[in-house]
């Protein structure tokens, strides 16, 4: 019969449009206020509406996302010295951005005039970073991370574009919320690194 | 409607083959050919005198019927430009046949191959914007990418862009002393709304198009179409750039007679940011997150094709686990394009966006478990040279941090058993009862912008707009890469080479992928913990000299790397064979005749993505 496909794909339509007032009916209003429903929701079982209600919803984001590095400082409560930056200014992360977007300006001792392991000026240009991740990648100091704050809009791009050691900078604590699995198999990396080391020099 | 291939016939050792071939050529043209015996290359040199012929030879007597890829390097030491082809045998299978020829750099001039394969047309034409180099006999050598008022040829060594610092990334400026410039501060003109002095915005008319309607020819009334003596005159429509239908910036200069198509050009390039000098100037590495940006529905299988390309090239293994997440993703990659494709050709069909959100909705899911996989939903940068950069996460979702935020905590192998078992199956199930037998789409699809076998190859088409054309060439099976002589699935084949086969096809495919998934899922339980990244690991890595082209059977098509290595850290040349652009390649042929409607639908059933395109 003429016709029939056209039907047959309305009762698809008609389901898809269905589903949303079933999940309503059976779950009531949990349905948009449950945590666990949900992940449910945006996950395998989902069925009918899939909107997340942004910005009142917002989907978080894996730790594993990137989104514009950010640089890893001492916590503020450190005891030795807060608010210190782990950038040795090696300058690998400058090196391996593909689009050159990472500049740094290594600090020298004033009296000896060598190189000293920390950043005097560290920028980024986020107009030309493309997210991808290398920086943090291939830091041997777990200082440079990528940050999941994607909300950075401005007003003019001109002037607040540029991202100057200030701005980049955020407390270990930061990493550890955003990122927590990922925070703790470094901080153990990091610890089982130095263990070694300490062997080898009493060994 | 699935041809069985063996698995046997593939991968016969590149040196024996090569031997064969070339064999037959040096004793019909004894004079004309050289093997090319530099290190790190393969290959025959042809003299361009002779060039065609040897060119015909290949096609009929080696029965290497497919030319898909044409290159272009610029020796500028040595003084010459090599034009570099590789042709593939689409019955046998098996790896490239590559030929060469030189020509002079300050006479650069070769005999077109439009002749022997139709797919050498816009190839050629890339040839003769980027590099310079003429092709006589060529029907339409003009522009491509570039404007027609562009100064120069990007490609050539010696020619550098506005942004020029340095010849090879990494910048010295940026490191120990880097102070921090806007690049924007930088450009020639100054703030982005000034102008040359001469120049004078209001009273300028593009030259460009004039060209493109004298390509198109003086519209005719003779276009043996009856009109049952209406008096009708031939219009010049453009469709595009700016229009829903085209799939980004695409533009087709359109005759019509009537609502009927008499002729047809593609032009392209408004997209077009010299992907291949940037590639030049960047590592190795560096270039990885850029094939991202080529084809950025599939940006997993384009970090797998140069993967492979340069794998090849340092020699370096990978482990059983990599490849077993690479097939994943990939397969997972070609489930997203195919639902893309099919939601977006039914946009074009007028069935607006209620197919396209059940597909994407699907696809969603899968975005997810590539955001927690590698960390972004799209540009996934996921491929490393002997592995890739991560293993599976423990869990899909993430912490809530932000306010509003919503946390998902969804078991990792849980969540892809879910989709490809059960969610994956069902909504390929439901496309097919929701379109499949749907009236107004097999009346507007069927028998609508045939490509008949003989000239998808001509065309050099491939993927599966190939394959729906009745020509059982997949590289996953022809010239296997990863671990597809593993796997056990079927080349999808459909006969009739029309849009609804080309849309069939798709949902064929789909299904192959969910059962390449099917064996991958016990095999990745298997392996847990195990390496997924071999080798150093490094961000510098130096390639051994030589040249290699590398390919994969992407969702859109064959995408293929040509690189020539100079033994440094940086690529020499770094050439990326489009299956978007090549597969254009056929559009004036499929829609001549046709209405002006259908060739929306014909456009979209081929696939194009424009960041690919126009690259």
Known sequence: MYGLGILKGLGVTIKHFAATYIEDF???????????????????EARGLFTVQYPEEKLAVPERFRYMPFLVVNDA??????????????????????????????????????????PREFYIDIDICMNCGFCAEFCPFDAIKMDHDYEISSY???????????????????????????????RLAREAKEAAKAGKVQG | MFQETENTMSTPSSDVTANDVTDVLFRKFPNAIQPDEREGYSGIIVSPDHLVEVAQSIRDDLRHDLLTSLSYVDYIDEGYFEVVY?????????????????????????????????????????????????????????????????????????????FYEEEKKPFKSRWPEGHAERAENRLPYGMNVQYPPEFTPDGWVPEGDAAIYEALGAPTTDSGISLH??????????????????????????????????????????LHRNHEKIGERNTY??????????????????????????????????????????????????????FWLIGFLLNDLGAFFTPALYMIMERELILDLFEALSGSRMMCNYMRFGGVAYDLPSYVGGPAVKPGDKARYLDTMQFIKDLVYDRLPKATDQIDTFLTQNEVLVSRCKGVGILPTDLAIACGMTGPVLRASGV???????????????LDF??????????????????????????????????????????????????????????????????????????????????????????????????????????????????????????????
Not at chain 1, 100 to 107: G, H, S
Not at chain 2, 286 to 291: R, S
Not at chain 2, 472 to 483: N, V
């Open chain 2, 86 to 162: 590789h042709a593939y045998d689409t019955r046998k299978g098996g790896p490239a046949f590559n030929f060469k020829a030189r020509v002079p750099r300050d006479e650069a001039v070769l005999p077109s191959l439009t002749g022997v394969w139709l797919s050498a047309n816009l190839q050629e034409r890339e040839a003769w914007d980027l590099m310079g180099i003429r092709f006589t006999g060529h029907p339409n050598l003009k522009r491509l990418l570039t404007w027609e008022g562009f100064e120069g040829h990007p490609l050539r060594k010696d020619w550098r862009e506005p």
């Open chain 2, 490 to 615: 079927d080349v999808a084949v459909r006969y009739n080479g029309d849009t609804y086969d080309r849309y069939l096809i798709r949902l064929d495919e789909i299904r192959q992928s969910l059962r390449i998934l099917e064996q991958i899922i016990p095999r990745l339980e298997a392996t847990e913990g195990q390496e997924y990244w071999a080798g150093k690991r490094g961000h510098t890595i130096r390639v051994p000299k030589g040249e290699h082209y590398g390919h994969a059977d992407n969702p859109k098509g064959e995408l293929g790397f040509y690189i020539v290595s100079d033994g440094t850290a940086n690529p020499y040349r770094y050439h990326i064979r489009a299956p978007s652009l090549i597969n254009i390649t056929a559009l004036e042929a499929m829609c001549q005749g046709l209405k002006v409607a259908d060739s929306v639908v014909i456009l979209g059933s081929l696939d194009i993505v424009l960041g690919e395109l126009d690259r």
């Open chain 1, 156 to 186: 003019d791009r001109s002037s607040a574009h540029i991202y100057d050691l200030e701005k980049l900078s955020k407390p270990l604590s930061y990493w550890q919320t955003i990122a927590p699995t990922r925070a703790e198999e470094e």
């Open chain 2, 229 to 270: 003596h209406i008096k009708t005159d031939q219009l010049i429509v453009n469709m595009g750039p700016q229009h829903p239908s085209t799939h980004g910036v695409f533009r087709m200069a359109v005759t019509l007679d009537g609502e009927t198509i008499t002729r047809l050009e593609p032009v392209v390039g408004y």
């Open chain 1, 26 to 44: 059976k779950q009531g209003m949990k349905h948009y206020t449950d945590e666990e429903r949900f992940a449910i929701r945006q996950g395998v």
């Open chain 2, 472 to 486: 059982a060439y997949d590289i996953r099976r022809s010239d296997p890469y990863s671990i597809y002589n593993e």
């Open chain 1, 77 to 118: 409560d450190h005891p030795d010295a807060p608010g210190q930056p782990w950038c040795t200014s090696c300058g690998i992360c400058s090196k391996v951005c593909p689009p050159q977007c990472i500049w740094i300006v290594r600090c020298t001792d004033p009296e000896t005039g060598r190189p000293k392991p920390e």
């Open chain 2, 285 to 338: 590495l560096g270039n990885m997150p850029f094939t991202d940006r080529l084809d950025y529905i599939c940006s997993m299988s384009n970090n797998l094709a140069y993967a492979l390309t340069v794998e090849k090239m340092i020699g370096q293994e990978v482990p059983e686990r990599a490849e077993l997440l690479r097939i994943l993703v990939l397969e997972l990659t070609r489930i997203i394009n195919h």
